[in-house]
């Protein structure tokens, strides 16, 4: 199995309810902050991003709040389902020189009890 | 398209052998990158490449090497693989001219060095 994430923090959710991942990040001259999810054994998978001029972004399911004031992002997935216990990870993204560079967050497991 | 894809999955070295982890990508993207991944850690960059013959040393570099000769292909060498090294290892590939900042990981290979 995956090994990653052996000390992450973790949320536990029950099947239905809505679950709250939260990331504190570190530059504010970021262009964009991302979450992504990764599934056990699998590589980590984009769910949504919100450009630094925006407050909020709503996906099918999951929404994004980003507060600038204290460099916050949290990833709200509504009635949480048993595919949804993975690990997330923010990330941030800036365009400098002509390429990306991202920060990568440690993550947070989330675990959806039945 | 199969998106980003890696070989091996899995990969058993003795400390000081070498080998290349291998990764191609479908979608004609300029950026492609790697990183690896250990327990407890955010995803840290080891290269990436902004296009054909062109890369560059991400935050961990040392005891790897890149090329990129062609748009698609974007090899990882380990010139003498240490303990160290052990971790899982994820491509990732995006487009610069891109409206957003969705990177797409392959699945990512593990590696042990023994």
């Known amino acids: 199995g995956e090994s990653v994430g052996l000390h992450l923090p973790t949320l536990s959710v029950q099947e239905g309810d809505n679950s709250i991942i939260n990331c504190a990040y570190s530059?504010?001259?970021?262009?964009?902050f991302i979450w992504y999810k990764q599934e056990s054994g699998k590589g980590p998978q984009f769910i949504i991003d919100i450009r630094s001029n925006m407050d909020k972004r709503q996906g099918q399911r999951v929404t994004v709040l980003l507060n600038k004031t204290v460099k916050h992002l949290s990833l709200q997935i509504a009635a949480t389902q048993p595919g949804d216990s993975a690990v997330y990870f923010c990330a941030e993204m800036r365009r400098t020189s002509g390429t990306y560079k991202y920060i990568f967050g440690t993550g947070t497991r989330l675990k959806v009890l039945a | 398209n199969a998106g980003v894809t890696q070989t091996p999955k899995f990969q058993v070295l003795k400390t000081g052998q070498s080998m290349t982890l291998q990764c191609a990508q479908d979608?004609?993207?300029?950026?492609m990158s790697w990183y690896r991944q250990d327990p407890g850690m955010g995803l840290r960059l080891i290269h990436y490449?902004?296009?054909?013959?062109?890369?560059d040393q991400g935050e961990v570099p040392n005891g790897y090497n890149v090329s990129r000769s062609t748009t698609e292909d974007f090899p990882l060498r380990l010139l003498s693989a240490a303990p160290s090294q052990t971790s899982v290892y994820f491509c990732a590939s995006t487009s610069l001219g891109g409206v957003q900042s969705e990177q797409y990981f392959g699945p990512g290979t593990r590696l042990t060095v023994t």
């Open positions: 530059n504010s001259a970021s262009d964009y």
């Open positions: 979608m004609n993207h300029e950026y």
């Open positions: 490449s902004v296009g054909a013959g062109i890369t």
